[in-house]
């Protein structure tokens, strides 16, 4: 009987568990729902083009022609922010390797072990979950996020507007973004009233109406519009803003705020928090850069085994190339006690 | 883009005994470090403080990468101001200690652990959560201690 193995090269991200979407040859990763970021992306870019045509020629005219470079500017860190969030990865843990899940392979008989890990941490009881899912006992502050079906490291929460889950990778780029969108939102918001003002004010509504018949009732209601998406987003992501500030401030996630970690009778207890507002928000805004630890486009063996006894062919992913330069060095150390 | 291989070679190869995890350590919050506790189930296949010299290493590069002080202001503030666009051409602090760790865990096995039949395996392949290490068989030996083996495979040294 012969049997011959057939190998090919594929991206680790084809090959990721989990209910991700990915672009791009595996640089982009996002989760699976992606319509209500589709919402997002048109509201922001459409508001954005409706004041650049209709408001900026009017106030860089007669206000200032910095108001529409501040806006572009403005618009383009938002856009930038809201990418960002959207196509990283947000801290995923892989799942555990058969070896290293540690509830499996139990022996019939014996008892299951315990699937809460107690650790202490800066002289706190913490306690870590086992997750059935991934397999392995979930490190501190981590998640497992049911749309993504992913352990996320420092769980916030799955947003879907933005298209994906904030985890640790992604929250900085989450607050710039909320923030962000909170100023250009008042920017339009501002000088859409100081438009509406200034036409007013420079010869009343009939005077206009006669200069631009036909085109100022149009502009008028556009000007509404914007008026209008502004004031309720406002509401909401300035609030946003607000509530993820005091967060950073506590160095707390949305996740830990909801199910009470840290408040009530274990208020003051945060292990995690510098118990310096200055501190804890330089820690999450300007602390390292973590990588991603999928590494979604790194190379992986495909084994395909063809049997001349067994015409279905089985297929095994093996190990990265890396390993298997220095399993060949543990092979050839070996040779050499061989008698 | 199809190879074809030898099943055959693969019989030579050296089998896999058990691996041993490093679980990380905790108790000064969730930077990156590992227990220095001697895995029992490597005490006649390494000497301890060869091991533990390894872990503090590894743990002292991690603490580098993700030190916040004024370097890692610098960067964050830098990045901020170029909308994180400076990212897509230039190398995190990161992720160049990183490299530092793939090279030195490289160096580590060649040098100290593939002659005692274990193999490390670098943190970032296994998500940052455990230091696995592969035992091997060591066939030499036949259940003797594994020093007469050692001396007699002195040239893969």
Known sequence: MSAV????????????????????????MMARQKGVFYLTLFLITGTCALFFAFECPYLAVHLCPAIPVFAVLLFLFVMAMLLRTSFSDPGVLPRALPEEAANGNVPAGQRPPPRIRNVQINNQIVKLKYCYTCKIFRPPR??????????VDRFDHHCPWVGNCVGKRNYRYFYLFTLSLSLLTI?????????????????????????????????????????LVCFFTLWSVVGLTGFHTYLISLNQTTNEDIKGSWSGKNRGQNPYSHKNIIKNCCEVLCGPTYPSVLDRRGLLQEDTLISSSNPVPQTTVSAHKHTHALFLIVVSSFRHTDS | KAEFHNLQELRHSPSLVTKVFIQRDYSEGTMCRFQAKFPSELDNRIERTLLEETVKTLNSYYAEAEKIGGQSYLEGCLACATAYIIFLCMETRYEKVLRKISGFIQEQNEKIYAPRGLLLTDPIERGMRVLEISVFEDRGSGGSSPSSTMSSGSSAR
């Open chain 1, 142 to 151: 981590a998640s497992h996020c049911s749309i993504c079906d992913n352990c």
């Open chain 1, 5 to 28: 193995m057939i190998t090919r090269k594929v991206r680790k991200w084809e090959k990721l568990p989990g209910k991700n979407t990915f672009c791009c040859d595996g640089r982009v």
């Open chain 1, 187 to 227: 920017y339009i918001f501002t000088f859409d009233i100081v438009h509406v003002v200034m036409r007013s004010m420079n010869g009343g509504f009939l005077n206009t109406l006669k200069e631009t018949p036909g085109t100022y009732p149009l502009k008028l209601s556009l000007t509404v519009l914007e008026v």
